[in-house]
């Protein structure tokens, strides 16, 4: 197998799965936290890794010496009320959004064809229609803007060089960066490029 090497940008910080605080403040706004949120992770097959010091480079070699996978590994970030986030809630509010967006859908077609027959025959669009059309636009559009998650954007854990052991996490905020680097001295450092297998 191959390995590809991929450099950032933006430094990933580099942190130790089971030793890592996240800073007291949200990782979106920056404003102090209230609340925390769970993220749990499941390291896939297809890890992100980095071959220095690990002996689970190769999925082969990681069935010889008998690592498995974990199940999932969960990091307690604190962040402020307004970007809490949780995925079973995610996951709630994405199927009422898909739910509602086909239903709409079938509304709007429906409609089109009522508002068809009627620009067929008097060679005009209805005006219920256009506002109708301009509604569900406007609803479309709102549950797109709504199904998106800032903390998401904020923290993106790239993969694991081996599950145990370290986390690549995507910091889009410098200063949160610097921050979770200065609270877990000695377990985080910075890199800019990984490999992927
Ligand atoms: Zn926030």
Known sequence: MSAVKRYFREPLVRASVDRIRFPDICPVCGRSATTATVVRL????????????????????????GISSPATIAFRIPVCEEHYYSDEDYMRFNTVVVCGNGLMLILFMLFTIIAG???????????????????????????????????KRALKFIGFDSPHKNVFIAVHDADYRRRLIEENPNTTELVNWILIT
């Open 42 to 65: 499941t390291p896939g097959q297809k890890t992100w890794l980095r071959p220095i010091d690990n002996p689970a480079f190769m999925p082969a070699m990681r069935r010889f010496l």
């Open 117 to 151: 027959g009627q620009y067929y025959k008097y060679g005009d669009l209805p005006t219920w229609y256009l506002m109708i059309s301009v509604l569900f636009l406007s609803l479309f559009v709102l549950s797109i803007l709504g199904s998106r998650r800032p903390l």
